[in-house]
């Protein structure tokens, strides 16, 4: 069975910085594109990452030149490195992992449970 399990978040004052990670275990051939949504109270779940295999990146708006992601040797893994955070990016952040095949030739797309990030002003 694949699971994606988050970890690293917590509270961190403005202007710091954060590392969050994420793994994805079960029995698993590849993955095509692994990432982090953030979604914050009363705003829409939004992207902040996402890597390919390959490692091609995509950043959304709020992460440009702050967050940087990447993905594990095993490629099982992606870290998200937040820098300079705001009090505006507090939210749950979770993880998923796109098209992942496993060795059972099971395809499916896959969420973490989720993270809290907190910026105090």
Same mark, same amino acid.
């Given at each position: 069975?694949?699971?994606?399990?988050?970890?690293?978040?917590?509270?961190?004052?403005?202007?710091?910085?954060?590392?969050?990670?994420?793994?994805?275990?079960?029995?698993?051939?590849? +993955?095509?594109?692994?990432?982090?949504?953030?979604? =914050?109270?009363? &705003?829409?779940?939004? $992207?902040?990452?996402?890597? %390919?295999?390959?490692?091609?990146?995509?950043?959304?708006?709020?992460?440009?030149?702050?967050?940087? +992601?990447?993905?594990?040797?095993?490629?099982?893994? =992606?870290?998200? &490195?937040?820098?300079? $955070?705001?009090?505006?990016? %507090?939210?749950?952040?979770?993880?998923?992992?796109?098209?992942?095949?496993?060795?059972?030739?099971?395809?499916?797309?896959?969420?973490?449970?989720?993270?809290?990030?907190?910026?105090?002003?």
């Amino acid at each position: 069975q694949v699971q994606v399990v988050e970890s690293g978040g917590g509270l961190v004052q403005s202007g710091g910085s954060l590392a969050l990670s994420c793994v994805v275990s079960g029995n698993i051939y590849s +993955i095509y594109s692994m990432g982090w949504y953030r979604h =914050a109270p009363g &705003q829409q779940r939004e $992207l902040v990452a996402d890597i %390919t295999s390959n490692g091609v990146t995509n950043y959304g708006d709020s992460a440009k030149g702050r967050f940087t +992601i990447t993905r594990g040797n095993m490629r099982h893994t =992606a870290d998200l &490195q937040m820098n300079d $955070l705001q009090p505006e990016d %507090t939210a749950v952040y979770y993880c998923y992992a796109q098209n992942v095949v496993t060795r059972e030739m099971e395809n499916g797309d896959h969420w973490g449970r989720g993270i809290q990030v907190t910026v105090s002003s």
